[in-house]
């Protein structure tokens, strides 16, 4: 993964977004994932590819949006490749060096806010 | 001269908290006339059985009125209005027999017990159409000096099976149409519970099929309409729709639905259902924020089966996490510019903090 390879963060239909709003939780990691959050790394893999095998694995997506590795960096983000048997592109965002918790919420919406910028890399559409 | 009451009815449910007695009610409550009637007219005979004919003007001079509505939650009496006030001051005895078979029929038939021989299958149904506007946490109790019975809408699913071996009911969903077929005019309604129900696609309702069926993301929408049940219960296929509703995004109501139906696993895996009494505490609580002008919230479950409410206002970004157990809200404020928060926990179980969680949220985004 180079700073420009796009991590693909899946939205999901009930949990991240009410009308057109998008939530900042999309980009917040949640305790019990360690205060990681999994994304798709997308040095290969198209948007539309990560969605088919996404929703194939049994979870709803509405769409994706998506920050580069460069982006989560600049807000001291330590991204790496974390594979698992039904995902070989799945990659973990850490959060792990920030705190207090309210960090981890302001970069959250910071991310979310150059994700929507960037717009959609897939919707269901 | 007016003639004793015939029966108390009271009613007893949210909706009449209040003492007052809507009108849709009042809809259903007209079939009690019909079985009056009809039960009258047998008794009657019964009771002069050298009588041929019934005498002149029967009907007219034994249909029921309403005299009075009463608190409690609200109480109506109900009086036999005889177009001649002195033909009897106190009931008759096939009137008093009339009313004993109307509390024993409703007594009787969730009982799945035998009652009088009178019941015809369009009596039943005079019957279940009383209780076809009660809504479930709903009930008339009919009460009179000897006995009380209750009628609720398990009551009413009871006589129209009795009625007709096959009943149907009024139902109110909200979801979404995911299928459309113009040609055909027919529709899918998916509920949020993953229910779906195929209905007719009328010209009434065509624009807003299409408006919901094309929107993106999708439309919400909430349908009103008759429903089809098998003697055993089971739904029959199509509903037919009565009405059709876009909603507004922002619906405090079909939200909150939305997250009831959410099952097992609703987080990428993990998370249970919501338990039902938080969720209902929240809406009554979101619902008074917005009688005082609060501008409507955007609604997220959280982690924990938790809620989070938020705004953009201006330049700044604002959430509320709901502890729906602990009733605690975390207000946190982000500025998309400068970068600044702020936050704050409220316990929403404490009448000071409460209050100043409400004029925090009144000076933020009103």
């Not at chain 2, 009449?16 to 079939?31: N, R």
């Not at chain 2, 139902?171 to 005019?185: A, L, P, S």
């Not at chain 2, 330049?315 to 404020?333: D, G, P, Y």
Request: net charge negative; with cysteine.
């Amino acid at each position: 993964m180079d700073s420009a390879t796009l991590l693909y963060r899946h939205v999901d239909p009930v949990c991240h977004i009410q009308g057109d709003r998008v939530t900042s939780q999309l980009f917040r990691p949640m305790p019990k994932d360690g205060g990681c959050l999994s994304v798709d790394k997308g040095e290969i893999l198209t948007p539309k590819e990560s969605y088919d095998r996404f929703v194939k694995n049994g979870f709803r997506s509405i769409g994706i949006l998506g920050v580069t590795v460069g982006e989560c960096e600049e807000k001291n983000l330590e991204v790496r490749e974390e594979p698992i048997p039904k995902n070989p592109d799945h990659t973990l965002i850490d959060y792990s060096q920030l705190s207090p918790p309210s960090q981890v919420k302001k970069v959250a919406a910071m991310l979310k806010m150059i994700a929507e910028e960037r717009g959609w890399l897939y919707s269901e559409k | 001269m007016r003639n004793e009451p015939f029966l108390q009815q009271r009613f007893t449910g949210k909706r009449f908290e209040e003492h007052e007695l809507p009108l849709d009610v009042l809809k259903g409550l007209s079939a009690l006339n019909d079985i009056v009637l009809n039960i009258a007219m047998a008794k009657f005979r019964e009771h002069n059985p050298a009588r041929k004919r019934l005498p002149k003007g029967f009907k007219k001079q034994n249909s029921l009125v309403i005299s009075r509505l009463r608190e409690g939650s609200t109480v109506l009496d109900i009086r036999v209005c005889s177009r001649e006030p002195s033909l009897w001051e106190t009931l008759p005895l096939w009137m008093e027999d009339t009313k004993k078979v109307i509390l024993n029929t409703i007594q009787n038939i969730s009982k799945k017990l035998s009652y009088d021989e009178c019941i015809t299958p369009s009596i039943l149904a005079s019957f279940a159409e009383i209780g076809r506007p009660l809504q479930d946490d709903e009930a008339i109790h009919f009460e009179d000096k000897d006995l009380s019975v209750v009628y609720t809408s398990q009551t009413c699913k009871d006589f129209h099976l009795a009625s007709q071996r096959s009943y149907s009911e009024t139902v109110e969903f909200y979801g979404t149409i995911c299928e459309y077929d113009k040609q055909k005019c027919t529709g899918t309604f998916l509920t949020f519970s993953e229910k779906r129900f195929p209905f007719n696609v009328t010209e009434e309702f065509q624009a807003i099929v299409e408006q919901a069926f094309y929107g993106y993301p999708k439309t919400h929408v909430a349908l009103q309409g008759i429903q089809n049940f098998t003697a055993d219960g089971k739904e029959k296929n199509k509903i037919r729709v009565d009405s059709l509703e876009i909603l507004d995004p922002l619906d405090v109501s079909a939200r909150m639905e939305e997250f009831r139906c959410l099952q097992e696993g609703w987080l990428e895996g993990t998370g249970k259902p919501f338990d039902r009494k938080q969720l209902e505490w929240l809406e009554n609580l979101i619902i008074s924020l917005l009688l005082q002008s609060i501008r409507p919230p955007y609604l997220y479950p959280t982690e924990g089966e938790n809620i989070s409410m938020e705004w953009d206002v201006d330049k700044t970004e604002i959430s509320v996490e709901f502890q729906l157990e602990q009733k605690t809200a975390h207000f946190f404020l982000f500025h998309k510019e400068n970068g600044d928060v702020y936050e704050k926990t409220y316990n929403l179980t404490d009448d000071t903090e409460y209050k100043a969680f409400v004029n925090h949220l009144k000076e933020t985004i009103l």
